[in-house]
């Protein structure tokens, strides 16, 4: 079992930034795939970004590039995401996931094994 820790919610006003955080209780194989999803009231969990653990590819959704920003620090396995430009739209509880097959269909929650207990991002306009 992998356990997945986020932090770094909080409240911040439109156009602000925030960087979450992501960490593993233990590295995951060489295969998977670590990602970042999001929930807000009423809606669907919907995948944010990926990041390959073999190449370190990296994946948005069309309402995030060019805004947000997806890395991995291999040395203190943590899984990070920069937010910036934030919208009131960002506004969603964060989670943290990883897959250890792989990034393909990534942005279907089904796919992950681990997730963690989400971290609340509120932006006001």
């Known amino acids: 079992q992998v356990q997945l820790v986020e932090s770094g919610g909080g409240s911040v006003q439109a156009g602000g930034s925030l960087r979450l955080s992501c960490e593993a209780s233990?590295?995951?194989?060489?295969?998977?795939?670590m990602a970042w999803f999001r929930q807000a009231p009423g809606k669907e969990r919907e995948g944010v970004a990926s990041?390959?653990?073999?190449?370190?590819?990296?994946y948005y959704a069309d309402s995030v590039k060019g805004r947000f920003a997806i890395s991995r620090e291999y040395a203190t396995n943590t899984l990070y995401l920069q937010m910036d430009s934030l919208k009131a739209e960002d506004t969603a509880m964060y989670y943290c996931?990883?897959?250890?097959?792989?990034?393909?269909?990534?942005?279907?929650?089904?796919?992950?094994?681990?997730w963690g207990k989400g971290t609340l991002v509120t932006v006001s306009s």
């Open positions: 996931a990883a897959a250890k097959g792989g990034c393909v269909g990534w942005s279907s929650a089904s796919i992950m094994d681990y």
């Open positions: 233990r590295y995951l194989v060489a295969s998977a795939c």
């Open positions: 990041i390959s653990l073999s190449n370190y590819l990296t």
